[in-house]
């Protein structure tokens, strides 16, 4: 197996390790939140998403590339 093959087989159990510490992490700081349910499920996702957003945005790549600083354009005009 080459090295880099191994290096990445490593990244991907870090990174299935670090998917179930996160899925519990959300579940906890979630826990006192007043839904249930699907509300529940989707404020889970939702959160775990954004989670892994602002991760993302800490890596040099993203920041070189200002993906972090689009803004979509919600104006309204008429």
Do not use: C
């Not at 880099?4 to 299935?16: C, P, R, S, T, Y």
């Not at 670090?18 to 989707?42: A, C, H, R």
């Not at 889970?44 to 957003?53: F, G, N, P, T, W």
């Amino acid at each position: 197996m080459s090295k880099m093959k191994e290096i990445d087989l490593i990244a991907q159990g870090v990174a299935d390790h670090m998917k179930e510490l996160l899925y519990d992490t959300v579940e906890w700081q979630i826990s006192d939140q007043p839904v249930d349910g699907d509300d529940f499920n989707e404020l889970h996702s939702y959160v775990m998403d954004k989670a892994i957003e602002k991760m993302a945005m800490e890596l040099p790549e993203f920041r070189r590339l200002n993906i972090g600083d689009y803004k979509q354009n919600t104006d309204t005009v008429g």
